[in-house]
């Protein structure tokens, strides 16, 4: 499975963005997917999480009522909306699939594939 990450981009505090993460393979509808960021000098953390279907979606709590997780298994893609944004969300985004678990999860280890990043940057 290929991931690729799309829809960074330089943004003002309270504005929006929308990230993408397109998927090859004909599997993309069963895996578990995920959001990650990390911000330079920081650790990648987790940010937002969903299941196969969609059906049950998971955040951080940083990002808990700005941010929404979805998914269209026919485009195999996975959708990233950020409202509200703040400077502290500046931070390259990767998006991630959990080949094993369908629920989707935050633990960062439990994830098999990862795409290649998109730069998001929210100025004061």
């Known amino acids: 499975v290929q991931l690729q990450a799309s829809g960074g981009g330089l943004v003002q505090a309270g504005g929006s963005l929308r990230l993408s993460c397109a998927a090859s393979?004909?599997?993309?509808?069963?895996?578990?997917m995920g959001w990650f960021r990390q911000a330079p000098g920081k650790e990648r953390e987790f940010v937002a999480a969903i299941s196969w279907s969609g059906g049950r979606t998971y955040y951080a709590d940083s990002v808990k009522g700005r941010f929404t997780i979805s998914r269209d298994n026919a485009k195999n893609t996975v959708y990233l909306q950020m409202n509200s944004l703040k400077p502290e969300d500046t931070a390259v985004y990767y998006c991630?699939?959990?080949?094993?678990?369908?629920?989707?999860?935050?633990?960062?280890?439990?994830?098999?594939?990862w795409g290649q990043g998109t730069q998001v940057t929210v100025s004061a």
């Open positions: 991630a699939a959990d080949k094993y678990g369908s629920s989707g999860t935050g633990v960062e280890s439990e994830y098999d594939y």
């Open positions: 393979g004909r599997t993309f509808s069963s895996y578990g």
